[in-house]
């Protein structure tokens, strides 16, 4: 819950604004593999391979307004002692985040006569997941409080798992699917200020914390040879993480000196889209 209606008095019902009214559209990103085989495949019955990726976006924004006439207000005691957080016209909250994934694996190939080869896949992963989330309230008569939250999550960890492919003269199907134990080192600050001349309601020193943090990714990809050295690639990927700070649930609309000071990580996001590409390979 975000914003209330003061003019409403069922518990509940009064809810104007929440969490759930913010969603991310699909944004564009990159994804970038890199594949060596230090020495051919035949020698030694199938050497490892390394492989070295990285994926990003530009990053997703949403925000969602609530438009009242004086009876708008934030949950809690916060709300309460602020100029425009309570009997606000307009509260309006805003929401960004930004996701970049790099991994370094080794392979481990086996090849069957039936077009099948199975890769085995362990290695190292990083991710970063920031985020940044404002609510701002809004009166016509006396200025504008925001609210401004940053969570940063930065994960370290390893990860096992396979990958199958069958393989005829021009296509091949691809299924891969990872699961890793990742540490999170998160850390989330916050800034409250009010106007007028933006005086801080609160300002919370940066707060850290580490957690265990849970991965499961699966990737399918369809592939058409075009050349000897060149294919192209189309697909769908999902990936799941949890024991995440999002900066949602850092949201405090308590007003007490501990008020803040709180580190939550147990978010889980589902990032899902679909890719495609080109490969080459010699």
């Known amino acids: 819950m975000l914003a209330i209606d003061l003019n409403n008095g069922v518990p509940g019902d009064d809810t104007v604004l929440n969490a759930n009214d913010l969603g991310f559209a699909m944004e564009p990103g990159w994804r970038v593999l890199l594949g060596f085989r230090p020495v051919p495949y035949d020698v030694l019955g199938g050497c490892p391979a390394l492989e070295f990726s990285y994926f990003g976006g530009s990053g997703w924004e949403d925000s969602a307004t609530a438009v009242g ?5 934030i949950p809690g005691v916060l709300g309460l002692v602020s100029n425009n957080f309570f009997m606000a016209d307009e509260i309006r909250a805003v929401y960004r985040s930004q996701l970049n994934n790099v991994e370094a694996n080794l392979i481990q190939s086996y090849r069957g006569n039936d077009g099948v080869q199975m890769d085995f896949v362990s290695g190292l992963r990083f991710l970063a997941l920031n985020e940044d989330f404002s609510l701002i309230g809004t009166d016509v008569h006396g200025g504008t ?10 994960l370290y960890g390893v990860q096992l798992g396979g990958r199958v492919q069958r393989q005829t003269q021009h296509w ?3 299924v891969t699917g990872k699961a890793g134990v990742l540490l999170n080192t998160a850390n989330q600050s916050q800034v409250v200020t009010d106007d007028p001349n933006a005086f801080v309601l609160r300002k919370t020193p940066r707060v ?4 265990l943090a849970m991965l499961g990714e699966v990737d399918v990809t369809l592939v058409r040879r075009i050349t000897n050295t060149w294919s192209a690639r189309i697909g769908y990927s999902v990936l799941g993480v949890n024991g995440l700070a999002l900066a949602p649930d850092q949201l405090d609309f308590t007003d007490t000196f501990a008020s803040g000071t709180a580190l ?7 990032f899902h889209g679909g890719h495609a590409g080109l490969e080459a390979a010699w």
């Open 69 to 73: 006439d004086g009876n708008l207000a």
């Open 145 to 154: 409080s925001s609210y401004d939250i940053a969570a940063d999550n930065y």
């Open 264 to 270: 939550s990580t147990r978010g889980f996001v589902l």
């Open 208 to 211: 850290r914390g580490t957690s």
């Open 172 to 174: 091949s199907l691809q």
